[in-house]
Every structure is written in structure tokens, then in C-alpha cells.
């Protein structure tokens, strides 16, 4: 046990935070990752890993590409229309108001930016709180 008695023991704490709000960040920031990428070059095409069965019953794993809807549609004025989306539902960032209105495209990488920013630095915690409360049922003991 000598060697034992020269080792210094600790008790692990580990560097990540694993918060509520911080998960809901980082996903987020990851989601505007891939629009960015997606406005910047529209045959972005992300990967995913999928098990498939051949005909003879063998399981391998293949990459193909993962379906990445855009967050921005033109509207019939000829203005964009940005939907941050959190999940599957658009973020609501004042009553009724759940889209970011762009005079153009090249508006739209700028402007998705910005809401990484805001995100990395806690302005949308609440919003995101909310967003992630909907559709959650309580359950009664």
C-alpha cells in the first residue's frame, strides 16, 4: 500500500455544468450553427448515422444526409420572414410575434448571428424557459 499513500486523492468534480438552462442554450446555438451554414451555402447537407438491414438480415451502419428545414421563407411583399425555431415550435418573442422580418437574403446570416450572441449570453433563458415548459403536463401526486 506504499504506493497508495503517495498518491493525493480528490473528489471529482467535473468542469462541464450540466444546468437546465445551459443544455437549452447550447442547443439552440447548435440549431443557429446549422442554419448559418445552411444560408451560406445551400447544399449544405449535414450527416447522420442510421442502421439499415439488408436482404439477408445484416445490420450496418451507413451515413446519410439529415433533412435541415430552413428557418426563412419569402413572404408576398418580397420581405424574408425568420422563424427562430426551439424543438418543433417558433420561439415567441413578444405576444404574437414569433417572426423576424428581413429586407433580403443576405440579411439573414447577420441576423442569425445575432441571435447566437444573444443566446450565448443568457438574453433568451427566459423565452427558451418557456419554450421548453410548453406541452409539459404536471402530473398530481
Do not use: C
Not at 442554419?35 to 442510421?50: R, V
Not at 426563412?72 to 415567441?92: C, F, H, M, T
Not at 429586407?103 to 442569425?112: Q, S
Request: aromatic fraction near 6%; glycine fraction near 4%; hydrophobic fraction near 35%.
Amino acid at each position: 500500500m506504499t504506493v497508495l499513500n503517495t498518491l493525493n486523492f480528490v473528489a471529482f468534480k467535473p468542469l462541464m455544468q450540466t444546468s437546465p438552462t445551459l443544455v437549452r442554450r447550447r442547443k439552440l446555438i447548435a440549431k443557429l450553427d446549422e442554419q448559418i451554414q445552411l444560408a451560406s451555402d445551400p447544399s449544405y447537407s449535414p450527416k447522420k448515422h442510421k442502421w439499415i438491414t439488408d436482404s439477408e438480415g445484416n445490420q450496418r451502419k451507413v451515413e446519410v444526409p439529415k433533412r435541415v428545414k430552413r428557418w426563412w421563407a419569402q413572404s408576398i411583399d418580397g420581405k424574408i420572414n425568420l422563424v427562430v425555431r426551439y424543438g418543433s415550435k417558433p420561439i415567441e418573442f413578444s405576444k404574437g410575434k414569433n417572426a423576424i422580418e428581413l429586407n433580403g437574403e443576405d440579411d439573414v446570416i447577420t441576423v442569425l448571428t445575432q441571435i447566437k450572441d444573444a443566446t450565448e449570453n443568457g438574453e433568451l433563458d427566459a423565452v427558451l424557459e418557456k419554450q421548453a415548459q410548453f406541452g409539459r403536463v404536471l402530473q398530481s401526486k
